[in-house]
């Protein structure tokens, strides 16, 4: 035990200690969520050597409108395999926000570990008619906007105030894929320059085709451990020294696309700014994005940004968020930081954003 | 450390089949607004706010919370969004309940809704799944065969459903927020009504309802402040519990399921409970279709194992016949089912027992009461114990 950085009063030392991750595939037509999630769920226990039965709780993050039926994580316990019962939740958030809740109920103290996972499928069905039922079911939905007009909304604004060019949303995304060049799991790398990028057509303007996310199919795992059980589990647990998570309104209308208060807000609570981030995985599905999550949570031109290539590189939906957290953490293991900050979001155009960090001792 | 905490707001819509007046945000703000009110409180005092709900589905909304932050006040605050299939009302108090007991906030809003007239709960609980036989029968159909099964191994007289299908309506009388009031109602009422999934009659089954329900959840600070500002005491919450267990396998016993003796078995333990009879004052449990009454009171803990159907044919259960052990005075999920706010009636109808602010359904001097919800195919358990006495 190597000690533990310093915490809010009160709080618990939690670390993650554990992650995996699926290979993300544009289909991953061969197998159902249970079958994806399996083998991510054996290998989350044996990077650590333990097993389902040394873990004190489980959380899982998904939607049931990805494969168009209800209750589809009753199922995906099975890739656990809850026998005898476990103490069991489940959020219809993204598995970050699943790990939240397993943070929360680690600091009472009651229990000293937990397994999160987080899965989702874009291919079952067609992602840009599913997430218009996310909007506003008497305004909004019944015009069928779909995500990418919306951030397209968020971009042109962007432009309009004279905070963006679509030359920097072409550089997003030409250093996300670059990236992404030496992370395995990625699904979309290549090495291609900004000038390049901007002679692709428009999806809808002023995004072009690299400034969108591809659609995924994919599932990750974190386990979570408190005190000395995180260095039993770790040699160099990545411990959550702040985590929060904040919401916006949902009408497009009543907010400044441009800005992300809620994720710098959420960054205050967690403490971003109280010393040197080395690392930000950030949950920027549209490559401008990440220029408004970087400017809320005042990032500077020293900080890695999303050095597995985020969101531009696979976007898993409902475990990408989770992601973030599990590079995050790798980052720390490895020690290529001492200090990370992870991002997910939920939501049209960044509604709703999570902000954790973690730290290496 | 776990910190204390309790019930200081509680409010509820009325349940009914079509609330064709709200959109889905104004019944949610609705019971929001009810349960600040009875804390004494305004959205400004709410640290965060919880919301669950079953499955999208039921309205044709995908993760509707997105799009309720703002009648729930939850503008630059933490949002979280539960979803633990029927168990979700139950589960959802829980995780509220853990944002205060884990110190990390003061006061937790938390709400469950159903808006089934939106949709169709029948067809979303149908649609067929690749790799998946279809049941194509809803909840009742799917529960029919495991009532069978507990019929032939208790010996349970058949008219033990209609007996809790009765007491639970007439009960229902005593609560005006309850969605089916049947001055009527009679066994000979219930068996004559139609076979929709033997042994259950048509009124042996819950209705399809809209509703919401909220409480509010505060840290030992926030309810000494609210009692003196309203003068309504807190309903402390003694211990919370929640246990999975998975849909099938062979070795399953979905009649009594381990998971809830588990559940149960935590939950007491944590509350000091060792004779759930004697030591609670009335239970509200999840029972959607009458025969749940004896399996959960069993599977509760509450008599020997076959013999809960001889608590229910001796009125022990009953808060009109002065049974000893009163469950679901509100009327229970037979009479109002918003479903994914009946796990959440449950526990919110033990917090107004405890406060004493039930009504005419009042159990007289409760002092410790029993919430249960459960879920999927009765897999998902969640459980609390709320009482007069701070823990």
Same mark, same amino acid.
């Given at each position: 035990v190597s000690g533990f950085p310093e915490l809010t009063s009160g709080h618990r030392p939690v670390g993650v200690v554990s992650f995996a991750q699926h290979d993300?595939?544009?289909?991953?037509?061969?197998?159902n969520d249970v079958e994806m999630l399996m083998p991510v769920v054996a290998e989350v226990f044996a990077n650590i050597g333990?097993?389902?039965?040394?873990?004190g709780f489980i959380c899982s993050g998904s939607t049931d409108y990805l494969i168009g039926g209800?209750?589809?994580?009753v199922g995906a316990l099975d890739a656990v395999g809850v026998w005898p019962p476990r103490a069991e939740s489940h959020v219809e958030m993204d598995g970050a926000w699943a790990l939240y809740e397993a943070w929360v109920l680690l600091q009472?103290?009651?229990?000293d570990s937990a397994l999160v996972y987080a899965f989702g499928r874009s291919?079952?069905?067609?992602l840009s008619e599913i997430l218009a039922?996310?909007?506003?079911?008497?305004?909004?939905?019944p015009l069928w906007p779909d995500p990418t007009s919306l951030a397209a909304l968020q971009a042109q604004s962007l432009i309009d105030v004279g905070r963006a060019t679509e030359a920097d949303f072409a550089a997003v995304a030409s250093r996300a894929r670059r990236s992404a060049l030496?992370? +395995?799991?990625?699904?979309l790398a290549y090495d291609r320059s900004p000038e390049e990028l901007l002679r692709e057509d428009y999806e809808v303007a002023p995004l072009r085709r690299h400034a969108l996310p591809p659609l995924t199919d994919g599932c990750a795992a974190i386990v979570l451990a408190a005190g000395d059980r995180a260095y039993e589990w770790c040699e160099r647990p990545a411990f959550i020294t702040g985590i929060d998570h904040r919401i916006e309104a949902?009408?497009?209308?009543?907010?400044?696309?441009?800005?992300s208060p809620s994720t710098r807000l959420a960054g205050v609570k967690a403490g971003v700014a109280k010393a040197r981030v080395d690392v930000a995985e950030l949950h920027a599905p549209f490559a401008h994005q990440e220029l408004i999550l970087v400017d809320a949570l005042e990032l500077g031109d020293d900080v890695s940004i999303? +050095?597995?290539?985020g969101a531009l590189a696979a976007n898993p939906m409902m475990s990408a968020g989770l992601i973030r957290i599990g590079e995050a953490s790798q980052a720390i293991w490895t020690g290529q930081a001492d200090r990370a900050v992870a991002h997910a979001t939920s939501g049209p155009c960044l509604q709703q954003n999570l902000v954790c960090v973690l730290e290496g001792v | 450390m776990s910190e204390r905490c309790a019930v200081i707001g509680i409010g509820q819509t009325v349940a009914k089949?079509?609330?064709?007046?709200?959109s889905i945000a104004g019944l949610v703000r609705e019971a929001a607004v009810m349960a600040l009110a009875d804390a004494g409180?305004?959205?400004?005092?709410?640290d965060a706010v919880v919301v669950g709900k079953a499955p999208?589905?039921?309205?044709?909304?995908?993760?509707?919370e997105l799009y309720l932050a703002g009648a729930l006040g939850a503008v630059g605050k933490p949002m979280f969004r539960v979803h633990t299939a029927g168990s979700v009302g139950g589960s959802t108090s829980i995780v509220a309940a853990h944002l205060v007991a884990s110190g990390i906030h003061d006061r937790v809003l938390t709400v469950a809704f159903e808006k089934q007239s939106d949709s169709d709960a029948m067809w979303a609980l149908s649609v067929p799944q690749p790799f998946s036989t279809p049941l194509l029968a809803g909840a009742g159909g799917y529960f029919a065969p495991i009532i069978r099964a507990y019929m032939h191994r208790s010996?349970?007289?058949?008219?033990t459903g209609m007996r809790v299908a009765v007491k639970d309506r007439r009960h229902a009388l005593?609560?005006?927020?309850?969605h089916l009031h049947l001055p009527d109602i009679s066994m000979q009422m219930v068996e004559e009504s139609?076979?929709?999934w033997d042994p259950l009659h048509y009124l042996e089954a819950c209705p399809s309802s809209d509703g919401a329900a909220a409480m509010i959840i505060g840290s030992e600070r926030a309810a000494a402040q609210a009692e003196s500002d309203t003068g309504r005491r807190p309903a402390w919450i003694h211990g919370m519990a929640m246990r999975s267990e998975p849909t099938?396998?062979?070795?399953?016993?979905?009649?009594?399921p381990q998971a809830g003796r588990d559940c149960a078995a935590d939950l007491y333990r944590q509350a000091g409970i060792t004779d759930p009879r004697a030591d609670f004052d009335m239970a509200e449990v999840y029972v959607?279709?009458?025969?749940y009454e004896p399996m959960w009171l069993e599977n509760l803990g509450f008599?020997?194992?076959?013999?809960?159907w001889k608590l229910t044919e001796a009125g022990a259960t009953s808060l009109i016949d002065g049974g000893d052990i009163p469950w679901?005075?509100?009327?229970g999920v037979l009479s109002s089912n918003p479903i994914g706010a009946s796990g959440m009636l449950r526990f919110l109808e033990t917090a107004l027992q405890i406060r004493g602010?039930?009504?005419?359904h009042q159990v007289p001097d409760a002092r410790r009461a029993l919430g249960q919800a459960y879920g999927g195919g009765s897999q998902f358990f969640s459980m609390w114990v709320v009482g007069v006495d701070k823990p």
């Open positions: 993300n595939v544009r289909r991953e037509g061969e197998h333990i097993t389902k039965d040394d873990v209800p209750f589809s994580f009472e103290g009651e229990i291919s079952p069905g067609d039922l996310q909007l506003d079911p008497y305004y909004l939905a030496t992370n +395995p799991k990625a699904q949902h009408a497009l209308g009543a907010r400044d696309l441009t800005r999303s +050095p597995s290539g | 089949s079509k609330r064709e007046d709200v409180l305004t959205f400004a005092d709410i999208d589905m039921f309205e044709g909304v995908m993760m509707p010996g349970a007289p058949r008219d005593l609560n005006p927020y309850a139609i076979m929709l099938m396998f062979a070795g399953r016993d979905q009649v009594n959607p279709f009458s025969w008599c020997p194992e076959g013999e809960g679901n005075c509100s009327g602010l039930a009504g005419e």
